[in-house]
């Protein structure tokens, strides 16, 4: 079954066809900056980018994938060494503005 254009649209945008809160660029903290780059980005591009630092830099636990273990920049954004991979967008909001 194939979705139509507005379902797809419903899901990125509001009914006046601005961005959702999701979507809206917002500025990162110069500590999450030094993760994810200095430009304002969308909470999940956001998401994405540290993700992708995590696996880049192995920074998953191999005896609990759900668990990231924090180097020196993410230990910035984090508070700690050691968080849940659910824990982690309460930790990025904090950083975002």
Do not use: C
Request: glycine share 4%; hydrophobic share 35%.
């Amino acid at each position: 079954m194939q979705k139509d254009q507005s379902e797809d649209t419903m899901a990125t945008t509001t009914k006046t066809g601005k961005p959702n809160a999701l979507q809206k660029p917002m500025q990162p903290s110069p500590e999450l900056a030094a993760v994810v780059g200095a430009g304002p980005l969308a909470r999940s591009e956001v998401v994405s980018k540290i993700w992708d630092y995590i696996k880049s830099n192995n920074l998953q636990n191999p005896a609990n994938k759900r668990e990231i273990l924090a180097d020196d920049k993410l230990q910035k954004v984090f508070g700690r060494d050691k968080v849940s991979m659910f824990e982690m967008n309460k930790f990025i909001s904090a950083h975002l503005k």
